[in-house]
């Protein structure tokens, strides 16, 4: 059964204070290469067939659902290959 | 005049909500979020706490809840609608108003009493208060930063849609200090700090908070 990935990210304008603490502890923990981090949101969905309309269902539940497009920008690949968002 | 605040799985502040409409002198309803049901009530309530465990986003899944269909219909038609903290995120997930409510810039969840300014007191749940008025209410949030683009920004503040600002200190990253906003309307009212909270001289700061009740009973009354 194909898997479909939705990989929801806060807006690069919007502050991420997570990415921000994740960064903030780096540097504590030796790890000094590392210049910013910003943290998302993974959802795996399990659908029977990855045809067009279910890919079109998963754009429109990602977009009303599992992200708010006032904050957030999401991006929907199928076993690892880009489709867009 | 009869105000029903909703109980959603995770609600925290629906009953001090319901115990506030009645200081203020109307008819607390409970409504459940299950239920497509008003319950012939002339203004909702969304009142604070994490429903839905905040999974997702805080307010992300209560605004699917089956009575949201009914609150959104109504605010639309012009119902007084107040949300509180939770009630303010899930009128922003609604598009009831616009921007969203970010995690604290500083991180931490922050409880105290915070200093307001009331900059419009011509809204369905403020008349009861004058602009440039300050108030002390408490306030209790980890995500309560409010964000939105500089041009809705703009426009809130054009229109005059930004009702409360904080003062003394911004608690939470929220830009241009924005507390409370209203739609252009004027009847969807969504706060982040507790007005619920200010009701009596018992507990809480003070009765600042009594203000937004009586206004939004007022603005029923005079209809």
């Known amino acids: ?85 | 005049m009869k105000i029903g605040v909703v109980t959603f799985p995770g609600s925290l502040d629906d009953v001090d909500a319901r115990r506030a409409v009645r200081l203020a002198g109307g008819e607390p309803v409970a409504l459940w979020h299950g239920d497509h049901d008003l319950q012939g009530v002339d203004a909702v309530i969304l009142p604070g706490g994490f429903s839905y465990g905040d999974y997702l986003r805080c307010g992300a899944i209560a605004r699917f809840a089956p009575v949201m269909t009914e609150v959104v219909a109504a605010a639309q038609g012009g119902m007084p609608v107040l949300g509180i903290c939770n009630g303010f995120q899930i009128l922003c997930e609604s598009h009831l108003l616009p921007g969203a409510l970010i995690r604290n810039d500083h991180r931490t969840f922050i409880c105290r009493d915070q200093v307001l300014r009331i900059e419009n007191d011509s809204t369905a749940w403020s008349t009861d208060y004058t602009a440039g008025q300050e108030i002390t209410i408490p306030l209790k949030n980890g995500e309560g930063g409010f964000v939105a683009d500089a041009e809705t920004l703009d426009r809130l503040e054009g229109e005059g849609q930004v009702v409360v600002r904080y003062v003394g200190g911004n608690p939470n990253g929220s830009l241009r200090d924005i507390a409370g906003i209203t739609n252009e309307r004027g009847n969807v009212f969504g706060l982040m700090p507790h007005p619920e909270h200010a009701v009596e001289d018992l507990t809480g700061p003070g009765t600042d908070g009594l203000g937004f009740f009586t206004s939004a009973i007022k603005a029923l009354t005079s209809v």
Do not use: C, W
């Open chain 1, 1 to 85: 059964m194909p898997r479909i990935v939705v990989d929801v990210m806060p807006k690069a304008e919007i502050l991420d204070p997570q990415g921000k603490a994740v960064h903030g502890a780096l540097p504590r923990l030796g790890f000094n290469a590392v210049t910013d981090v910003r943290q998302g949101k993974r959802f795996e969905l399990q659908v029977d067939d990855a045809d067009e309309a279910t890919l079109a269902e998963v754009h429109k539940l990602a977009e009303t659902l599992l992200s708010n497009p006032v904050i957030e920008d999401y991006a929907v690949s199928v076993e690892g290959a880009e489709v867009g968002a």
